[in-house]
């Protein structure tokens, strides 16, 4: 007798302290923080999302490796340059404030809406001696951009990964 009133106590308390709980921002995750940039930055040449959006390299050509960035039609802003490079598996490299770590490029002005980055699979590999570069398969980095618009603001498009092919 004692447990079932020591359970309706429980019960009861929690019943009162449950409404006093609010969520500031709704239920489920909070999902404006992934909300992409007020301006947003597309990958016009890709073949396909994987979940990113994925271009191609052939191994057997001239290996080069585009990627043609573009500012959507509807947006006021131009973009005035490709800050910086990065190639890794996650977002941290191309927002580190270090100096290292980086694509080898230097920056690239653009001063329009779009912009096509270039570069080799021989590059890649400049950086990448060990990986093993397999067809029909992704390169194991991805490439981060860090662009800079025509009024200063920052932005970091969806990364592009980059399918080898024959």
Same mark, same amino acid.
């Given at each position: 007798?004692? !447990? ?17 709980? $609010?969520?500031?921002?709704? +239920? ?13 930055? !597309? #990958?016009?040449? $890709? ?8 271009? !191609?390299?052939? #191994?057997?050509?001239? $290996? ?14 131009? #973009? ?15 927002? $580190?404030?270090?100096?290292?770590? +980086? ?64």
């Amino acid at each position: 007798m004692i !447990t079932k009133i020591n359970n309706l106590c429980k019960y009861l308390l929690l019943l009162t302290l449950l409404p006093a709980c $609010s969520k500031q921002k709704g +239920f489920g995750p909070n999902y404006s923080d992934y909300i992409t940039a007020s301006t947003p930055i !597309t #990958i016009s040449n $890709s073949v396909g999302y994987r979940p990113d959006p994925t271009v !191609t390299c052939s #191994i057997g050509g001239d $290996s080069s490796i585009t990627i043609t960035l573009n500012v959507a039609p509807t947006s006021k802003h131009t #973009i005035k340059e490709i800050t910086k490079v990065a190639t890794s598996s996650s977002y941290t490299a191309i927002q $580190s404030t270090g100096t290292t770590g +980086f694509y080898p490029v230097a920056v690239i002005p653009v001063n329009g809406t779009t912009v096509t980055f270039k570069t080799t699979l021989g590059t890649y590999l400049g950086v990448y001696p060990k990986e093993v570069i397999k067809l029909n398969t992704e390169l194991v980095n991805r490439f981060y951009f860090r662009i800079t618009l025509d009024d200063g603001s920052i932005v970091y498009p969806t990364p592009a990964r980059v399918l080898v092919v024959n």
